[in-house]
Each structure stands twice: as C-alpha cells, then as structure tokens.
T-cell receptor, first 114, second 112 residues
Framework: GDSVTQTEGLVTLTEGLPVMLNCTYQSTYSPFLFWYVQHLNEAPKLLLKSFTDNKRPEHQGFHATLHKSSSSFHLQKSSAQLSDSALYYC?????????????FGKGTLLTVTP | EAAVTQSPRSKVAVTGGKVTLSCHQTNNHDYMYWYRQDTGHGLRLIHYSYVADSTEKGDIPDGYKASRPSQENFSLILELASLSQTAVYFC???????????FGEGSKLTVL
C-alpha cells in the first residue's frame, strides 16, 4: 500500500537558518504529493501541492520539488522564522487527486528559536 | 467563516459508553473524512464518504462507525468507547481539482 516517511520527531532550528524537512514515499501509481502545516491548537491546512508538469510549488517562502526517481518531496525554506514553528505533514494521493484520499506521514514538529 | 465545523470540540466519555462526533461542511464538497491524530502516528484515516448515505472504511476503521445522512453532515460513532480511542479527531472535506482537504478545528476525546 501507499506510505509516506518523514523526518521523524522534533527538529529545532535557530531563526534565520535554512529549513529542510524530508519526505519520501512509496506508491503503486504516480501520486500527487502535499505538505500540510498545523500550528498549535489549529486545524491542518494545505501549504504546498506538487504539480503535474514538474513546476516547483512555492508558498510563504517554502518550496518543494517532486523527484520521482528518488520518490521524494522534501520541504525547504532558505531562512526560518519564528512563525514557522508548527507541525508539518507530508501526504500523498495516489489517484491523481481525484478521490482526495490522502495518506499522511507521522509529522515533523519544527521549533524555531530566537 | 469556518466551512467545516465539528462538535463537540471536547468530550470526556466513560469506557463502554457511546460517543458521537459530528461534522458539518458548507464547502459543497462531495468527499468527507474522519482522521484520528495521535503523537507519533500522525493523521490516520478512519472512515470517509464520497456521497450521502454511503461510507467507506479507511485505514483504521475498527471500533468506529460512520454515517453520512446528507452531503453536509458526516458523523463518527464509537459504540463502545475504549481507553485506546482517546485522541484528537479531525473531520475534513475535499473536492474540486486541487485535491485539497479542508479540516475542521478538531474534537478532543478523552475516554476514562
């Protein structure tokens, strides 16, 4: 079945340093990949989604590149901000996004310190 | 204006009791989902539905039932609540070409 593996547990960074959260996946088909972000006591919400034409999605300074050869969709940002502290989920949809059934990774808690 | 609302937001239940978590969406989406969130496990799919009066099992359906009486409403039912079902439960709706899910604010369930 489908699975998503993320950088596990807690990642602590100093403000201004680059962010990289790893995500690799296994899927029978060619999936869509997503990054969701959940701030404390809030609902998860979409941060990024992979494109079908290999364009690199970007939002709020974050970007991610889908590498089918290595089955990866790592999340990156050049300079971490305090407001980036949150729980990040990588997820995949293996039906071209058409049935919207997402498989999530276990999440990575990012803490950015001054 | 919240498009996916859950109730109750917090509940304490006794072991063996019945619990119903409700979800209402105003997004006009066909798909609705119930996920469970636990530290170390992330978000796991319990049940989902793509049309009223029909539900599908997700990845961890044991101990849970679901009901979709209308496009807007989707309930999660625990007939005999157990300690292991203590968790935060998220409802979500999805639809359109983006594949994006829209989550409710979550329902924190504590089973004692």
């Amino acid at each position: 079945g489908d699975s998503v593996t993320q950088t596990e547990g807690l990642v602590t960074l100093t403000e201004g340093l680059p962010v990289m959260l790893n995500c690799t996946y296994q899927s029978t088909y060619s999936p869509f990949l997503f990054w969701y972000v959940q701030h404390l006591n809030e609902a998860p919400k979409l941060l990024l989604k992979s494109f079908t034409d290999n364009k690199r999605p970007e939002h709020q300074g974050f970007h991610a590149t889908l590498h089918k050869s290595s089955s990866s969709f790592h999340l990156q940002k050049s300079s971490a901000q305090l407001s980036d502290s949150a729980l990040y989920y990588c997820a995949l949809s293996d039906s071209g996004g058409s049935n919207y059934k997402l498989t999530f990774g276990k999440g990575t808690l990012l803490t950015v310190t001054p | 204006e919240a498009a996916v609302t859950q109730s109750p937001r917090s509940k304490v239940a006794v072991t063996g009791g019945k619990v119903t978590l409700s979800c209402h969406q105003t997004n006009n989406h066909d798909y609705m989902y119930w996920y469970r969130q636990d530290t170390g496990h992330g978000l796991r799919l319990i049940h989902y539905s793509y049309v009223a009066d029909s539900t599908e099992k997700g990845d961890i359906p044991d101990g849970y039932k679901a009901s979709r009486p209308s496009q807007e409403n989707f309930s999660l039912i625990l007939e005999l609540a157990s300690l292991s079902q203590t968790a935060v439960y998220f409802c979500a709706s999805g639809g359109g070409s983006t594949g994006q899910l829209y989550f409710g604010e979550g329902s924190k369930l504590t089973v004692l």
